[in-house]
Nanobody, 121 residues
Framework: QVQLVESGGGLVQPGGSLRLSCAAS????????MGWYRQAPGKQRELVAA???????NYADSVKGRFTISRDNAKNTTYLQMNSLKSEDTAVYYC???????????????WGQGTQVIVSS
């Protein structure tokens, strides 16, 4: 079993910053890609940012230049630094990781429970 726990969400004014964290724990052999998704009310879940095991990153166009994804492999943790937040960034943010629990097992996607981000004055 693998658990992902997000933290760092909350209420912030437009133009403000938040830093989300996602820690993976459990039966982990190796974590491959990690990513952040978000889902706003009435909308589909969308990819915000992702980072490979080697550190390559990609971002949704809507957050480029404002959000930065990073990871600490020693801590099995990924972070999402969000700057210059806008009201349209309001959503529940979910962490996802592709995890292998043993060398002979294929990796599978695991999700966190989500953390709410509200950008409002």
């Amino acid at each position: 079993q693998v658990q992902l726990v997000e933290s760092g969400g909350g209420l912030v004014q437009p133009g403000g910053s938040l830093r989300l964290s996602c820690a993976a724990s459990g039966s982990i052999f190796k974590i491959y890609a990690m990513g952040w998704y978000r889902q706003a009310p009435g909308k589909q879940r969308e990819l915000v940012a992702a980072i490979t095991g080697g550190g390559a990153k990609n971002y949704a166009d809507s957050v480029k230049g404002r959000f930065t994804i990073s990871r600490d492999n020693a801590k099995n943790t990924t972070y999402l630094q969000m700057n210059s937040l806008k009201s349209e960034d309001t959503a529940v943010y979910y962490c996802q990781a592709h995890v292998a629990t043993a060398p002979w097992n294929p990796a599978f996607g695991s999700w966190g429970q989500g953390t709410q981000v509200i950008v409002s004055s």
